[in-house]
């Protein structure tokens, strides 16, 4: 039976040997055939520390072009990479590494007697350190070892990686994606986004998160492509970046900062072919405003974790603002009834479920977490809320845990913030749901504002005035400068739950 290791699929695909994969702006950057070399010096690294097929490698280091070798590195050694996010304390790395008991802990430099320290109290072994400058004790075993290495052969549903969910709620869990998880979809991808080896990609995300690491990495390689690789997102670089670049991917907050730069032109962007947006919902406001001002409609496309890409906007036809697109080929979506999980008809409001290659293995260590977000037939229960309109697209109106229940009527938080977001000087809003002693829970709008505006409780409230029905209007509204997001720009209900809880009592 023939490998199915994601790292010989990329080699067979990848451009020519001289052409640039990953291009920065120091003395870093890697044609393909400097970084497959450097993989297998990281890869015979890795073994000498005693990495093993089927071990898990721990990363929370910063981004950097050898973070790129270290993921190449885990698929020849057959081992599951675990990014994990560098804004992560030590006691929260703690969990995670009690959690994955990985072989090898790869850290800052900075940071490598303190993971070392952590690691001895719980029984853990290598850990090494990796700097963004190709500095650190990993760095120099890597330029240390020899150049070549044989592939260690995988099958389709060997582990690949581990990326831990967010962990607003409850314990955070493990994502086990296989080599056919992640190359199904990147090469999904690759058609669907019309990616070739004449494509430069700017890659200015964090590679600790699917988005970065799976979406536009794996994307690129498979088509070899070129990225222009910069440590962080920059609206000055990115903008320099457009004169030579095709494509760009980002989260909402990548438009709307570069929307506020003044050096975004036509002119600018007039070289480039397609720009993505994910991780959190765009606002039909900064389509329009992308669209004005570039002459190009930002394609929205919806994933997770836990299942990659999902939909997508068409490259040819209709980019609809405010919703997510379409299934993916190969990729099966129904809107279904949350308690029975019965299929419900477009127009109908019910969980998203999902089914295909792209669909994960499972939580890590949880069987029974595992189960439970799986119908019997075998669809995922991603937990967002959506429907399907006339034409097949997919419209996401929120979460089901964010779904609020007012007096017993169900409030969807989409439909009041659209109403809300629709009010003159409101950049953004966020509609949770709080203990209410009558009510059970009450709607609650935290409401970002335009700098300048004057906008108010009251002056909100009056404006939703006969737009909504009584029980879905906001019970309270709170005006802030902005809401709260994680790295990868969602907006963080758990936090403004939290922070709010005691409003009603």
Not at 57 to 83: N, Y
Not at 144 to 166: G, K, Q
Not at 341 to 370: H, Q, S
Not at 396 to 412: E, H, M, P, Q, T
Request: net charge negative; glycine share 8%.
């Amino acid at each position: 039976m023939p490998s199915a290791n994601l790292f010989e699929l990329i080699v067979a695909r990848s451009g020519r040997p001289d052409q640039m994969a990953l291009e920065t702006s120091d003395a870093t950057s890697l044609t393909y055939a400097a970084l497959f070399e450097r993989s297998a010096r990281a890869a015979n690294a890795l073994v000498a520390l005693g990495v093993e097929p089927g071990d898990r490698v721990a990363a929370q280091v910063d981004k950097s072009t050898d973070v790129i070798v270290l993921a190449l590195a885990c698929l020849r050694a057959g081992a599951a990479l675990l990014p994990l996010n560098t804004a992560y304390t030590l006691p929260e790395l703690e969990y995670f590494l009690s959690d994955a008991e990985p072989a090898l802990t790869v850290c800052r430099p900075a940071s490598l007697a303190a993971v070392r320290d952590l690691a001895r109290r719980l029984g853990l072994s290598a850990v090494e350190s990796l700097g963004a400058a190709r500095d650190g004790t990993l760095a120099e075993r890597i330029a240390a070892s020899a150049p070549d290495f044989e592939t260690v052969p995988r099958r389709a549903d060997d582990l690949a990686a581990i990326l831990y969910t967010s962990g607003t709620t409850g314990r955070s869990k493990g994502a086990m994606l296989t080599h056919e998880n992640l190359a199904s979809n990147a090469l999904t991808l690759v058609d669907c986004w019309r990616f070739t080896d004449a494509d430069r990609l700017i890659h200015a995300l964090p590679v600790f998160h699917t988005h970065g690491l799976f979406v536009a990495v794996n994307t690129a390689l498979l088509a070899g492509a070129t990225m222009i690789y910069q440590n962080r997102f920059d609206p000055d670089a990115v903008l320099a970046a457009m004169a030579d670049a095709t494509a760009l991917m980002g989260v909402p907050t990548f438009y709307t900062r570069l929307l506020d730069h003044p050096g975004l032109t036509r002119a600018v962007a007039a070289g480039m072919r397609l720009f993505v947006s994910g991780s959190a919902p765009l606002l039909a406001e900064t389509h329009a405003a992308w669209r004005e001002r570039t002459g190009f409609a930002i394609l929205e496309r919806y994933g997770m974790t836990e299942t990659n890409m999902i939909t997508s906007n068409p490259y040819d036809g209709e980019r609809r603002a405010g919703t997510v697109g379409l299934p993916l080929p190969g990729v099966g979506v129904r809107i279904a009834e949350p308690e029975r999980g019965a299929p419900l008809p477009a127009g109908e409001i019910g969980v998203i479920e999902v089914k295909g290659p792209n669909v994960f293995k499972g939580y890590w260590r949880m069987p029974e977490k595992t189960a439970q977000e799986f119908r019997p037939d075998g669809w995922f229960i991603t937990g967002d809320l959506g429907l399907f309109d006339p034409d097949g697209y997919v419209h996401i109106v929120g979460r089901a845990k964010d779904l609020v229940i007012s007096g017993g009527f169900n409030v969807y938080p989409k439909e009041v913030e659209s109403e809300i977001d629709a009010i003159e000087g409101v950049l953004e809003s966020a509609v949770i749901g709080l203990p209410h002693p009558d009510f059970g829970e009450g709607v609650t709008a935290v409401v970002a504002i335009r700098p300048g505006a004057a906008v108010t409780e009251e002056g909100v409230l009056a404006a939703l005035e006969g737009r909504l029905a009584k029980f879905k209007a906001p019970k309270r509204v709170f005006v802030v400068d902005e809401l709260p997001r994680n790295s990868m720009g969602k907006v963080q209900k758990a936090l403004l739950r939290e922070t709010l809880k005691d409003t009603f009592r």
